[in-house]
T-cell receptor, first 117, second 115 residues
Framework: GAVVSQHPSWVICKSGTSVKIECRSL??????MFWYRQFPKQSLMLMAT?????????EQGVEKDKFLINHASLTLSTLTVTSAHPEDSSFYIC?????????????FGPGTRLTVL | AQTVTQSQPEMSVQEAETVTLSCTYD???????LFWYKQPPSRQMILVIR??????QNATENRFSVNFQKAAKSFSLKISDSQLGDTAMYFC????????????FGKGTKLTVNP
């Protein structure tokens, strides 16, 4: 149980294009999903918190117009990197907090490696 | 604001031996949760163990156990009978009580289990 998927697992795109990453909770409903960014050999950095049906809350220093987050349902959140540049290349990870059951635990997706050329 | 400190960037242990990873945190909250997550080379984050601050009893999960010292704000992870598959980055994390709160991570400890 408590499986979170991400799609795609990796993506390569040209500078200036937009990329959408999906995060799905497969066997539970999630009130809240979180988006993290991780650079090599570093810890996870929280980018934003996403609640179903409402606007995402972004961490300080994260450009909301560049990293668009949509949480359309209790099982799906998407992160769109708009006008991507090489410095946006990173590993993006989502997590989901269950609506019921063990609510104070987050379950993580397998991550998406983004490379911007 | 809460902070989590892992003072050991890297550690190594021989297979079948025991190793302890350190974690300290700073918070003014009284009720909260602490976690250890494992990130193997696949980079999938895996929950290892979870501790509620209001529980005095230390959490255990098979070969993994914690030493939770609330007054000292310390939360160490002990891995017994280390296995090659335990090789990974280990992150200590803090979460305020309240449901769907964000995790605050430490910088991680890279653990290598040697054959």
């Amino acid at each position: 149980g408590a499986v979170v998927s991400q799609h795609p697992s990796w993506v390569i795109c040209k500078s200036g294009t937009s990329v959408k990453i999906e995060c799905r909770s497969l066997d539970f409903q999630a009130t809240t999903m979180f988006w993290y960014r991780q650079f090599p050999k570093q810890s996870l950095m929280l980018m934003a918190t996403s609640n179903e049906g409402s606007k995402a809350t972004y961490e300080q220093g994260v450009e909301k117009d560049k990293f668009l987050i949509n949480h359309a349902s209790l099982t799906l959140s998407t992160l769109t990197v708009t006008s991507a540049h090489p410095e946006d290349s990173s590993f993006y990870i989502c997590s989901a907090a269950p609506l019921a059951g063990v609510r104070d635990t987050q379950y993580f997706g397998p991550g998406t490696r983004l490379t911007v050329l | 604001a809460q902070t989590v400190t892992q003072s050991q960037p890297e550690m190594s242990v021989q297979e079948a031996e025991t190793v302890t990873l350190s974690c300290t945190y700073d918070t003014s909250e009284n009720n909260y949760y602490l976690f250890w997550y494992k990130q193997p080379p696949s980079r999938q984050m895996i929950l290892v163990i979870r501790q509620e601050a209001y529980k005095q009893q230390n959490a255990t999960e098979n070969r993994f156990s914690v030493n939770f010292q609330k007054a000292a704000k310390s939360f160490s992870l002990k891995i017994s009978d280390s296995q090659l598959g335990d090789t990974a980055m280990y992150f200590c994390a803090f979460m305020r009580e309240g449901g769907s709160e964000k995790l605050v991570f430490g910088k991680g400890t890279k653990l290598t289990v040697n054959p």
